[in-house]
């Protein structure tokens, strides 16, 4: 069956840099194409970032030039380097295989916290 889980959340402070990654598993890792959501408080599920099965990548113009999706093949992990954080970005973050909203194929999440 499908497994996401992610890891590497905390507390950073404004301008510092988290790199999350997400295990895979129960899926055709290396050909589907995958994505990082965020929830930040009271507020709905976001995208954040898609990366292509072909390595093309999209991204909200929010976190456009600060953050950056990847994945390791090998370790079916995906990772989303994420620099010069802001509090907005607070929230808890989530990869997803699914396409499209809700994208109910999802991990657990796991928590990042902006603040000084």
């Known amino acids: 069956q499908v497994q996401l889980v992610e890891s590497g959340g905390g507390l950073v402070q404004p301008g510092g840099s988290l790199r999350l990654s997400c295990a895979a598993s129960?899926?055709?890792?290396?050909?589907?194409?995958m994505r990082w959501l965020r929830q930040a408080p009271e507020k709905g599920l976001e995208w954040v970032a898609t990366?292509?099965?072909?390595?093309?990548?999209n991204y909200a113009d929010s976190v456009r030039g600060r953050f950056t999706i990847s994945r390791d093949i090998m370790k079916s992990t995906l990772y989303l380097q994420m620099n010069s954080l802001k509090p907005e970005d607070t929230a808890v973050y989530y990869c997803?295989?699914?396409?499209?909203?809700?994208?109910?194929?999802r991990g657990q999440g796991t928590l990042v916290t902006v603040s000084s």
């Open positions: 997803s295989k699914s396409s499209s909203k809700p994208w109910p194929e």
């Open positions: 129960g899926f055709a890792f290396a050909d589907h194409d």
């Open positions: 990366l292509y099965g072909g390595r093309a990548t």
